[in-house]
């Protein structure tokens, strides 16, 4: 038993780490200009989908978007994703989200994710440059003109929105995220 439990942390591991060698922020101006459109229109499409959205980002500290998380898997699997991160309605910097799972699971999906930080402290947390959430972590997956409330954990609530693709999936497993302030960004 022990023997399986190190294998599946050390898939986990290994997927959540995949993503890490990805850089945080696009590389050029124009990159970024694009992320930003597209976060954007991916949280109207999420107040479209939800308009208490409207309500719980005004209620917010602050949030990140990430427009489009790409996932799959078989058995074992994977997501990967690039956002904004907002606060007070200026842009603060960027985010990657990395995911690692082991368990049931066949397909291919995108979706976008929303993630509201209730107060400074959870930000903080955030932009410390390494955060994950435990595999119990859970989302609130919009539904077009369903309300929603901010059910925080440890200070962040979190949404999504698919867009495409399908999956089946009962699995173990977590999101980690790293954060690059928008003053540290190179490339201009």
């Known amino acids: 038993m022990k023997r399986s439990m190190m294998w599946v942390m050390g898939v986990l591991a290994t997927m959540m780490f995949v993503g890490a060698g990805c850089a945080t922020a696009p590389a ?6 694009e992320l930003q459109r597209d976060a954007d229109a991916a949280l109207r499409d999420m107040k479209t989908a939800s308009p208490s959205i409207g309500d719980i980002l005004t209620n917010g500290h602050a949030y990140a978007i990430f427009p489009s998380i790409g996932k799959g898997g078989a058995i074992v699997g994977g997501a990967y994703g690039r956002g904004v991160v907002y ?6 910097g960027y985010s990657d ?3 690692g799972s082991i368990g049931l699971q066949l397909g291919g999906q995108t979706f976008s994710e929303l993630v509201v930080f209730q107060n400074a402290d959870a930000l903080a947390k955030f932009k410390q440059g390494n955060y994950a959430f435990a595999a119990d972590a859970s989302a609130v997956a919009l ?3 369903a309300s929603v409330a901010a059910d925080y954990r440890n200070g962040v ?3 999504t929105n698919p867009i495409g693709g399908a999956m089946f999936q009962a699995t173990v497993g977590g999101q ?3 954060f690059m302030a928008a003053d540290q960004v190179q490339g201009d």
């Not at 606060?87 to 603060?92: A, F, T, V």
């Open 143 to 145: 539904k077009s003109g």
């Open 157 to 159: 609530a979190v949404f």
């Open 87 to 92: 606060q007070g309605g200026k842009l603060i």
């Open 176 to 178: 980690e995220f790293t």
């Open 28 to 33: 050029s101006p124009q990159e970024r200009q």
């Open 97 to 99: 989200l990395s995911q």
